[in-house]
């Protein structure tokens, strides 16, 4: 298998299941990031660091999809789904904030909100790091617009956009203008990405 040596995580509750923002310790990003400035903690420029697919620790090797069956990523990837996780280290010369974008391929059928979770060095970051959204494109079936008997146009039929796409972390609620960002340690830092709604593939994640 390319994928590294797998590693068994505990059960962890997913969000839109039992948690609530009411019972949740976490501040909002907002608050947090707020915190991280007057600190004196700054966002770290130019740095870039890739965790090929090929590097991430998995939960179950059933999770580990070959170069064969990655829809076209020319690689092995991941197949997240809930309660599952990767989980992946990240080294930087200096503390402070940074960005993270990941590679996937949306699984899931129909409407549902493809989600995950987002934990650095064993804990979550803010509230908003519990619901890590996988956006899905659709397109018209057509762009001939039917009337119906009154001569109002019809929506067409929607199709998912099949195909892998990156993103940067966001709030899920836009409330935040631009990604959000992670405080990372000086030297080694842990990364877990938990599955929660809906399935995706994973492919390299970036710092």
Same mark, same amino acid.
């Given at each position: 298998?390319? @994928? %590294? *040596?797998?590693?068994?995580?505990?059960? @962890?509750?997913?969000?839109?299941?039992?948690?609530?923002?009411?019972?949740?310790? !976490?501040?909002?990003? *907002?608050?947090?990031?707020?915190?991280?400035?007057?600190?004196? /903690?700054?966002?770290?420029?130019?740095?870039? %660091?890739?965790? %090929?697919?090929?590097?991430?620790?998995?939960?179950?090797?059933?999770?580990?999809?070959?170069?064969?069956?990655?829809?076209?990523?020319?690689?092995?990837?991941?197949?997240?789904?809930? !309660? !599952?996780?990767?989980?992946?280290?990240?080294?930087?010369?200096?503390?402070?904030?940074?960005? /993270?974008? #990941?590679?996937?391929?949306? @699984? %899931? !059928?129909?409407?549902?909100?493809?989600?995950?979770?987002?934990?650095?060095?064993?804990?979550?970051?803010?509230?908003?790091?519990?619901?890590? /959204?996988?956006? #899905?494109?659709?397109? *018209?079936?057509?762009?001939?617009?039917?009337?119906?008997?009154?001569?109002?146009? /019809?929506?067409?039929?929607?199709?998912? #956009?099949?195909?892998?796409?990156?993103?940067?972390?966001?709030?899920? *609620?836009?409330?935040?203008?631009?990604?959000?960002?992670?405080?990372?340690?000086?030297?080694?830092?842990?990364?877990? @990405?938990?599955?929660?709604?809906?399935?995706?593939?994973?492919?390299?994640?970036?710092?």
């Amino acid at each position: 298998m390319a @994928l %590294s *040596s797998l590693v068994i995580f505990e059960k @962890l509750p997913v969000h839109g299941d039992e948690l609530t923002e009411g019972n949740i310790i !976490e501040e909002r990003y *907002s608050t947090v990031y707020s915190k991280w400035i007057e600190n004196g /903690v700054k966002p770290i420029m130019g740095f870039s %660091s890739v965790i %090929s697919s090929e590097g991430l620790t998995v939960t179950k090797s059933a999770a580990a999809i070959t170069k064969e069956n990655s829809k076209g990523y020319e690689k092995s990837v991941v197949h997240l789904k809930k !309660e !599952e996780a990767v989980e992946f280290t990240v080294t930087v010369e200096e503390e402070g904030l940074y960005e /993270v974008a #990941v590679d996937y391929y949306p @699984l %899931s !059928e129909g409407l549902i909100e493809i989600q995950g979770q987002l934990m650095v060095n064993g804990a979550y970051p803010y509230y908003e790091a519990r619901r890590i /959204v996988f956006p #899905v494109l659709w397109e *018209s079936a057509t762009k001939n617009f039917e009337e119906d008997r009154k001569g109002n146009q /019809v929506a067409p039929l929607q199709l998912k #956009v099949e195909g892998w796409r990156a993103m940067k972390l966001e709030d899920p *609620s836009n409330r935040e203008p631009e990604p959000l960002k992670i405080f990372l340690n000086k030297g080694i830092n842990t990364l877990r @990405l938990i599955g929660g709604r809906g399935e995706v593939l994973i492919g390299d994640i970036a710092i």
